[in-house]
């Protein structure tokens, strides 16, 4: 059974750093054709891409946001990390950690977590 | 990259069929996946590669992609369809969702 879960703080400050933590299980983040990508929704509005990373440690980022963005691995804890700076209130979003499959051509986003809710307030 | 276009939102009586557009520079020659969103849900994927079903989708729901439109059509649609769709597509490495298409069953 695949599951992802999102842990990390809800609330954060205007220029802060944001650290979240997706932790991985029913899938090895060594698997060649397995990564993993975060991706946000602000309430009530649409989805947005921001990175993912593969197996073999290879990191894509948002051209939009590449410069705040930054995605890591722990394979051993099967975690994913993703930190961005500089945290504003345009930030405030849930934001999901996504499994990515290569399996198929092209990838598939076929599992997603539950999502946490990250607010940007003094 | 490109940008995909949905229309906010399509309504729909229960048992028609519903079709919702996606529209991009080229897009027939992407390969598009389908979202549904219920509310308080995350995105569950519902079609991929233009045309297929994941294991455990109803047949009603169906795509195509052709010129610069791709389309989930949901035939025989059920209250329980109401939802925010949203579609999805490479671009070289990176990940386009369009703005989401809310369906109402009414």
């Known amino acids: 059974q695949v599951t992802l879960k999102e842990s990390g703080p809800v609330l954060v400050k205007p220029t802060e750093t944001l650290t979240l933590t997706c932790t991985v299980s029913?899938?090895?983040?060594?698997?060649?054709?397995?990564?993993v990508s975060w991706i946000r929704q602000p309430p009530g509005k649409a989805l947005e891409w921001l990175a993912h990373?593969?197996?073999?440690?290879?990191?894509t980022y948002s051209p939009t946001l590449k410069s705040r963005l930054s995605i890591s691995k722990d394979t051993s804890k099967s975690q994913v990390v993703l930190t961005m700076t500089n945290m504003d209130p345009v930030d405030t979003a849930t934001y999901f950690c996504?499994?990515?499959?290569?399996?198929?051509?092209?990838?598939?986003?076929?599992?997603w977590g539950q999502g946490t809710l990250v607010t940007v307030s003094s | 990259s490109s940008e995909m276009t949905q229309p906010p939102s399509v309504s729909v009586s229960p048992g028609q069929t519903a079709s919702i557009t996606c529209s991009g520079d080229?897009?027939?020659?992407?390969?598009v996946s389908w979202y549904q969103q219920r509310p308080g849900q995350s995105p569950a994927l519902v079609i991929y590669?233009?045309?297929n079903r994941p294991s455990g989708i109803p047949e009603r729901f169906s795509g195509s992609n052709s010129g610069n439109t791709a389309t989930l059509t949901i035939s025989g649609t059920q209250p329980m369809d109401e939802a925010d769709y949203y579609c999805?597509?490479?671009?070289?490495?990176?990940?386009?969702f369009g703005g989401g298409t809310k369906l109402t069953v009414l």
């Open positions: 990373i593969l197996s073999n440690d290879e990191e």
């Open positions: 029913g899938f090895s983040l060594s698997n060649a054709r397995m990564g």
């Open positions: 080229d897009l027939g020659n992407k390969y």
């Open positions: 996504v499994r990515m499959n290569s399996e198929t051509y092209p990838s598939l986003l076929d599992y």
């Open positions: 999805q597509a490479w671009d070289r490495s990176t990940v386009m």
């Open positions: 590669r233009d045309d």
